[in-house]
């Protein structure tokens, strides 16, 4: 199965002022970036002072949770360079 490169990267959300929402840290939610699993205690809430677009992780390597940090650069490098070894051993 190929990886979705779109995985590894943030994801965009127009989040509430006022409101408080739980970014899925294990990602196994089917509503990523945020948790929908109310049996699950890894989510990490994430209060919204205004209404505002807020960058989410969704590569999980975030040092700064549940915000992006540029984790998914690294991640995103290893995987096309394993694709480009994986290329040059196919025969044409």
Not at 20 to 43: E, F, H, I, M, V
Not at 54 to 67: S, W
């Amino acid at each position: 199965m190929e990886d979705d490169l779109s995985n590894y990267l943030p994801m965009a959300v127009e989040v509430e002022g006022g409101k408080t929402y739980r970014w899925c840290s294990c990602g196994k939610s089917q509503t990523q970036p945020l948790c929908d699993r109310a049996d699950c205690n890894l989510g990490v809430e994430y209060y919204a002072s205004y209404t505002d677009v807020v960058y989410f992780c969704a590569c999980k390597q975030t040092k700064d949770p549940p915000f992006c940090d540029g984790s998914h650069a690294k991640l995103l490098l290893k995987l096309l360079n394993e694709r480009k070894k994986q290329d040059k051993r196919s025969p044409t």
